[in-house]
């Protein structure tokens, strides 16, 4: 009986609670966050770093599908992109206020991720991925043809409003704190799913899915729930950054993007918690420092990315952890 037991609890013995040394480093790393958060308008552009914050959720949205869940998706900027253009089209025609207009973009991503995730998770591997990819195509075919996203030109001049009807985000610094609220929240909702018995399953399946199935799991069910929650909170980073930068636009639903948080998402530490952080730091300040060099930018982060993959398969985040042994 004692073997039997043992037996069935492998699966997740990989992903077992972390030690409490663990938890008090992950609280300090989030208090440096906060604090980093506080401060940094005071030395860099809020522009640049709500942009950071925004791909930064993205990215973490698309590791909790890929690092935890074991699923690689080529069609993430379905969610992302068409959560902007609703948002954008709620807070310019419908006269939303923001908090609605970008609540309204995150239902709206994660319907399309319950209908997509119910079709895409029926195979595996790289057709699991290549249906993701045709069904963000048809989201980039019809968002160039819609008539409400504005086809080539996108929904322009986005008015900011007023949060709760009071207080006015046009300032840069103002919608900065709420941009910063909204990472910090997404970012300590992954983090809680991840160490939830929800996220132990996740692992389980991730890494042994015959076996989860023969303990009883209900794998698809899983598999959908996490779908939708990645495709949910990568709607909220696309409606976020709507209103950062005023539009909406055919490159929020390209297949560049899916693959430029891939990127991200491989950079900063696939199955890390702060890796994805990491990455869309590295990316987005190599996509704006870099800009003078053109279309070379892809050529040099390809290059990055390469050394990366060459030098330290764990990506950034995931180097230190093997240096300080601590999961990060």
Request: glycine share 10%; aromatic share 12%; charged share 10%.
């Amino acid at each position: 009986m004692a073997d039997t037991a043992a037996l069935d609890a492998a699966p997740i013995a990989a992903s077992r609670p972390e030690g409490r040394d663990d938890k008090a480093l992950h609280r300090k790393v989030f208090a440096g966050l906060a604090i980093a958060l506080a401060l940094a308008p005071l030395v860099l552009y809020p522009v640049f770093l709500m942009k950071v914050l925004c791909f930064a959720l993205f990215a973490l949205a698309f590791n909790l599908l890929l690092g935890y869940g074991g699923l690689l998706s080529f069609g993430h900027a379905a969610y992302f992109g068409m959560a902007s253009y609703v948002s954008a089209y709620a807070a310019k025609h419908w006269g939303l206020t923001p908090e609605l207009a970008i609540l309204s973009g995150t239902a709206t991503a994660a319907l399309l991720g319950l209908v997509f995730g119910a079709l895409a998770i029926r195979r595996q591997g790289i057709y699991f991925s290549m249906i993701t990819l045709a069904l963000a195509q048809m989201v980039f075919f019809f968002s160039l043809q819609a008539k409400f996203t504005g086809g080539e030109d996108g929904i322009q001049a986005v008015p900011r409003g007023n949060l709760f009807g009071a207080i006015s985000i046009a300032d840069d610094r103002v919608l900065y704190g709420l941009v910063a609220v909204v990472f910090f929240g997404g970012m300590l909702l992954i983090y809680r799913i991840i160490h939830s018995p929800f996220g132990q399953v996740l692992k389980a399946i991730r890494d042994n899915e015959p076996r989860a199935v023969s303990l009883g799991y209900r794998v698809n069910q899983y598999k959908l729930a996490v779908f939708v929650l990645s495709a949910t909170l990568a709607g909220l980073a696309g409606a976020t950054k709507a209103l950062v930068f005023q539009l909406a636009s055919l490159t929020d639903v390209h297949w560049s993007m899916s693959g430029e948080v891939v990127l991200m998402t491989l950079v900063g530490g696939m199955g890390t918690v702060f890796g994805p952080i990491a990455g869309a730091l590295v990316i987005v300040t190599m996509e704006t420092y870099l800009a003078p060099f053109g279309a070379w930018v892809t050529v040099i982060q390809g290059a990055v990315f390469v050394l990366c993959v060459l030098l330290f398969r764990e990506g950034i985040v995931g180097l230190f952890a093997r240096i300080l042994k601590k999961p990060l």
